[in-house]
């Protein structure tokens, strides 16, 4: 199968009508929107499993932001 260029995509799109391009952009705009949605609903799955194992850390955002703290200086040490 041959890959089509970014160029090529933007060729046929204009060559499309005006209606057909406003239906196309429409299309992509909700399964991108989709798209989004299950990335969310599969992360608040991991969420709600960690949660279940023990895992998840829970506190404040005070805890947040020193654990991210934490994190950036564990790396710094290691570069």
Known sequence: MSMISFQEIIDSIEKLSIDEQDYLFELIKKRRIEKRRLEIAANAQATLKSLKEGTAKIGNVDNLITD????????????
């Open 68 to 79: 991210l703290l934490d994190e950036q200086d564990d790396e710094d040490s290691l570069g």
